[in-house]
């Protein structure tokens, strides 16, 4: 070959190579990839979560979290992702990579009793390229795991596994979409979809279907009712097969948005209807929807309640014979009775299981009716007793008669196949209700719950759960976990009874859970949907119920049992868009609310809460104090080890002041007494020696200030007769103080932190009108006067929010006068009272300053915006000397908190500009 031959041969490779990777960049790589076409067509469950940070937080607020950390599913994957941390050397590593990415978790049924998760995770960027690769190659590393790759249908696969064991992860990385999961059978078949996936996803019916654009979504769930028999079937015997399959046929797949609530997790969607030609929806469809009115029969003892709304009953029985009962010639020869039966039948229908004492005993089970001729009913039930040759005997139970119909399966055919098993039924009425029970104890046992009252009409309990449901559905699937855990273990398969036993709590953390499906205001229409609901819920055994502030949803209220004490202190909730809130009843209780307007605990303490709490770093916890004891939570509101620490007899704790977080030192506990005494502990409770106490002269002006400059401690304590101290961690003095302001103090301390104590720059005011600046050399750097004084005038220095800046308030009789720190007026206000008056200053930026005046005396707070003009045009009302405010820049809205008597208020307010 010549040479001239050799080099337009390489230059055509070259070409080639370069086409190639252009066509690559332009064409393939640039076409997203739809992670929904990964996922293999025989999911039953598909979840796809967003924002992790949120929604961990959301299951700590609704106390989910600690139940599912007691799952060994999730007590595994805990293990896993601290051996990721550990790997990566960080902490939280794969809950941060996580962050706000779309991860698909799909549920397959794998084989005969068993079921896997397959996850599926984004790659957004090289670098977190980089971070799964490194996390592979230090498993690799470790000599307890072994790391083989191999290809499956032209695609890589890794395994990753313990040694000496089979179980492990299989992972394929498919253009930055990672896919894991513990069973390489479903990794397979994501590697088989590849090769089309052209071809509808288990989500085609639902592709313009984003929940994700709506506020509060916490995840999205897809459910193949299809498949859902084929899943339950692992959990269950086979013999319950027929009936989760029937009441599964009203749809085939669903997609609903999830939203956790505190005391309840929503999910609300739509499905496609069931197109099977033996469908309930075949059935049911063109039937109306229905209110549950029979909530006056059905006994508290109800484990599970199936209720069908519809027109006429004898639609249930569809249009062929029922093939599935036995040949009966007594049945036959009444056949036109037991039409004129079902003619009588209509509205609503239902199946209910009663609780039972045991698991080995068989649940009672009672099929009810609703008609509107109970008196034809009874006629008709004569006639077929007597036609049947059955006893004319009956039994009592209050005012209730009970008989025995004669015919077998009677239920099933007037009702349809979903009321099968009453073999020998027993019926008796109440009202316009017709019940038939499989067994005479079952039935007995009902009546004798409803001749006491003993049912849902009558429970505020249950009628609080059914205001949560619809109103109007076809079919609603109702379950008290607490009634049916009985129920649960007798319909298990043996080898599922002891992981039920191991997750009792997490399974009745949500004892009241309503499944619903309501049909379309026109099924004719093309594309005619059920709208779906699922609620799990637990009453509300809380302190407060939640309600809108104002008619359009806008703000909320928080109506407490017993009225509030103590103004709203915010706390910052890391990812949340509005922090939470503390606030204190007049039984000592304190409440901690979420951002979600729901309170998550409370705790008894042993006086009014002193001073704001201090919000441990990193959102760990809280630390406060009162008159008599200092607490410290943690973020589910159980006191830390140690705690609550006991302040001597005779001290009356005025405030708390922490040490500022760093260097890895534990917090130092600053505790001023009404007296002047000051107390200096550790989180364990050990004194510091020279603070046991520091006892002083006078009293304290304002908080004392605790400092850390250069690494020296550094507390700064302010009296009312003018002097300033500044101690050591040892309780000695430094060099230059005490100094003295030269008039009396009536508030605290601004500072200005520098790198060295020269640099530190504190400012005071003093009952004179000056402000006054000082180092912790004991220096004074500046003087100058902000107003003219009088013997009855009062200056007080006003921090905002952060303690950064600050405005000077001076009072004299009912006058007010604003100043910022170098003079200037801001506002001025007149008083009608002489009530004690309370100023706050909240600092958000340029131009968002807001100024809060509260009188306390009428209850009322003035808010002004930066150019001093009134918010609102009038006050808003408050019973607390304090409101709290915090902005959400992305919106530009302001929120109001305020206690109002038994309430906590949250309004939005947008200032103008």
């Not at 779309?102 to 896997?116: E, I, K, N, Y």
């Not at 997750?503 to 953390?509: D, G």
């Not at 932190?753 to 006054?772: D, H, N, P, Y």
Request: glycine share 8%; proline share 7%; with cysteine.
């Amino acid at each position: 070959m010549s040479q001239r031959v050799l080099v337009f041969l390489t230059g055509l490779l070259l070409l080639s190579a370069l086409g190639s990777y252009v066509y690559y960049r332009r064409t393939v790589a640039r076409v997203p990839v739809d992670p929904w076409a990964l996922v293999p067509d025989d999911a039953v469950l598909v979840t796809v979560t967003r924002d992790h940070a949120t929604l961990v937080r959301h299951l700590k607020e609704t106390q989910l979290w600690d139940n599912l950390m007691a799952v060994r599913y999730f007590q595994q994957m805990e293990e896993n992702l601290a051996l990721a941390d550990s790997l990566t050397g960080g902490r939280q590593v794969v809950l941060r990579f996580l962050g706000r990415k779309r991860v698909l978790t799909s549920l397959h049924v794998t084989g005969p009793g068993r079921f896997d998760v397959l996850f599926q995770v984004p790659i957004s960027s090289v670098r977190e390229y980089r971070q799964v690769r490194s996390l592979v190659e230090g498993l690799s590393r470790d000599a307890r795991f072994q790391v083989t790759t191999r290809e499956y249908q032209d695609q890589q696969l890794t395994e990753i596994r313990p040694h000496g064991r089979d179980e492990g992860v299989t992972l394929l990385n498919y253009r930055n979409h990672l896919l894991l999961s513990a069973s390489p059978a479903l990794v397979e078949a994501v590697a088989r979809r590849l090769e089309n996936l052209d071809a509808p996803t288990v989500a085609a019916e639902f592709q313009s279907t984003d929940y994700f654009r709506l506020r509060g979504v916490d995840a999205t769930l897809l459910l193949n009712q299809r498949r859902l028999p084929q899943l339950l079937s692992v959990f269950f015997r086979q013999e319950l097969g027929p009936e989760i399959a029937a009441v599964a046929s009203l749809a085939r797949n669903e997609m609903t948005q999830m939203k956790l609530a505190g005391n309840k997790i929503v999910f609300n969607g739509f499905a496609n209807p069931e197109t099977a030609r033996d469908a309930l929806h075949q059935r049911l469809v063109g039937q109306p929807a229905q209110r549950l009115r029979m909530a006056e029969v059905l006994p508290l003892r109800a484990a599970l309640v199936v209720h069908l709304g519809l027109g006429p009953a004898a639609a249930l029985r569809g249009p062929r014979p029922l093939r599935a009962l036995p040949p009966d010639s007594v049945a036959t020869a009444v056949q036109p009775l037991l039409d004129s039966l079902t003619a009588e039948l209509s509205q609503e229908v239902a199946l209910c299981y009663l609780a039972t004492p045991s698991a080995r005993a068989r649940p009672g089970k009672l099929a009810l009716a609703y008609t509107a001729n109970p008196a034809k009913v009874a006629n008709l039930l004569g006639q077929l007793r007597r036609a049947v040759g059955a006893s004319p005997a009956f039994g009592r139970v209050g005012p209730y008669q009970l008989h025995q119909t004669g015919v077998p399966h009677l239920p099933q055919r007037l009702l349809g196949s979903l009321f099968q098993g009453f073999e020998q039924p027993v019926v008796a009425q109440v009202g316009n209700y017709l019940a038939f029970g499989d067994t005479e104890p079952a039935l007995r046992q009902w009546l004798t719950d409803v001749a006491a009252g003993e049912v849902w009409s009558r429970s505020p309990t249950q009628v609080a759960f059914l205001q949560e449901t619809q109103p109007l559905a076809r079919l609603s699937v109702l379950l008290d976990t607490r009634n049916c855990w009985n129920l649960l273990l007798r319909g298990l398969q043996e080898e599922r009874r002891a992981g039920l036993l191991r997750n009792e709590t997490l399974f009745k953390r949500f004892p009241q859970i309503a499944l619903q499906w309501v049909p379309a205001a026109n099924e004719q229409e093309a594309g005619a949907q059920y709208f779906t609901q699922f609620v799990l819920r637990h009453p509300v055994a809380g302190p407060a119920t939640a309600r809108p502030q104002h008619p359009d949803g806008t703000g909320s209220v928080l109506d407490f049992k017993l009225p509030l004490s103590s103004s709203p202190e915010l706390v910052a909730v890391a990812g949340a868009r509005l922090p939470g809130v503390l606030v204190q009843d007049t039984a000592r209780l304190l409440h901690y609310i979420t951002p979600d307007n729901v309170v998550a605990w409370s705790d008894s303490l042993s006086g009014p809460v002193v001073g704001p709490p201090y919000r441990l770093p990193g959102g760990t916890g809280l630390l406060l104090a009162t008159p008599g004891q200092l607490f410290q939570y943690n973020t589910q509101g159980q006191l830390q080890p140690n705690f609550p620490l006991n302040l001597p007899d005779t001290v009356r704790a005025t405030s708390l002041t922490v040490s500022p977080p760093g260097g890895g030192a534990a917090a130092r506990l600053l505790v001023a007494g009404a007296s002047g005494n000051l107390f200096l502990y550790d989180t364990q409770g050990q004194t510091f020696p020279g603070w046991q106490p520091k006892q002083l002269e006078f009293r304290l002006a304002g908080p004392p200030q605790y400092l850390v400059v250069n690494g020296r401690d550094v507390v700064v304590v302010l009296l009312e007769n003018g002097y300033v101290y500044a101690f050591d961690q040892a309780g000695g003095t430094y060099p230059g103080f005490p100094i003295s302001i030269g008039a009396r103090l009536g508030s605290g301390v601004l500072v200005e932190a520098g790198t060295t104590l020269r640099r530190t720059r504190l400012t005071v005011v003093s009952q004179r009108g000056e402000r006054v600046s000082f180092n912790l050399s004991g220096e004074v750097v500046s003087r100058s006067r902000v107003a003219t004084w009088s013997r009855t005038s009062q200056f007080r220095l006003i921090p905002d929010q952060q303690q950064r800046t600050g405005v000077i308030v001076r009072e004299d009789g009912g006058q007010l006068v604003l100043f910022t720190l170098g003079g200037q007026q801001v506002l001025s206000q007149r008083f009608v009272t002489s009530a004690p008056r309370s100023v706050q200053y909240f600092n958000f930026g340029p131009g968002r300053q807001v100024y809060a005046l509260t009188e306390t005396g009428p209850g009322k707070t003035y808010l002004y915006d930066a150019r001093a003009r009134l918010v609102g045009g009038q006050p808003f009302d408050s019973s607390t000397p304090q409101i709290a405010l915090a902005h959400d820049a992305s919106t530009g809205l302001y929120y109001l908190y305020r206690v109002v008597g038994k309430e906590l208020r949250r309004t939005d307010v947008r200032l103008a500009q």
